[in-house]
């Protein structure tokens, strides 16, 4: 990995709200789904959905994700993007208050609102969910993908 690689990654990634979440559900059937995300580094990502959603449904059966980070508004052959290996899950409630305050933290940088706990237990329809990136990549000026370290 170069100091180049993680600085393009980090411009990515600050640079993009969403990113494309590659679920399975336990046959490994794909789905794909745009979430807004914040992020601790390249370490963690965290996302708010609804309970019921596909990808929220396949995640409880299978943890395993893929997450890209693209800008598509750059013109064909100029595109650059991060690629995750990931590990996702619920965030379980005696870590909820440090994942929300991560997500609070970009909410508050792009003036959102700021979501509560209460807002993602008890009966709430959503949910807090974080990925814990296994393996993180950028893609290089060759369209291989550069390992990035964690």
Do not use: C
């Not at 064909?76 to 379980?92: C, I, N, Q, S």
Request: charged content about 25%.
């Amino acid at each position: 990995m170069t100091a180049g690689a993680a600085e393009e990654a980090h411009r990515i990634l600050d640079a993009n709200s969403y990113m494309v979440l590659a679920t399975a559900d336990p046959t490994g059937r794909p789905w794909a789904s745009p979430v807004w995300f914040a992020r601790r580094g390249l370490a963690e990502f965290v996302w708010v959905s609804r309970r019921g959603t596909r990808h929220s449904r396949n995640i409880a059966e299978r943890a395993e994700v893929g997450i890209v980070v693209f800008d598509s508004t750059v013109p064909a052959g100029d595109g650059t993007a991060v690629y995750l290996d990931a590990v996702a899950h619920e965030v379980p409630g005696a870590e909820l208050t440090a994942a929300l305050a991560t997500f609070a933290d970009r909410s508050r940088a792009q003036g959102l609102r700021i979501w509560q706990e209460s807002d993602v237990t008890g009966a709430a329809e959503f949910r807090l969910y974080r990925a814990r990136t296994v393996a993180a990549f950028v893609l290089d000026d060759h369209d291989g993908r550069t390992p990035l370290e964690l």
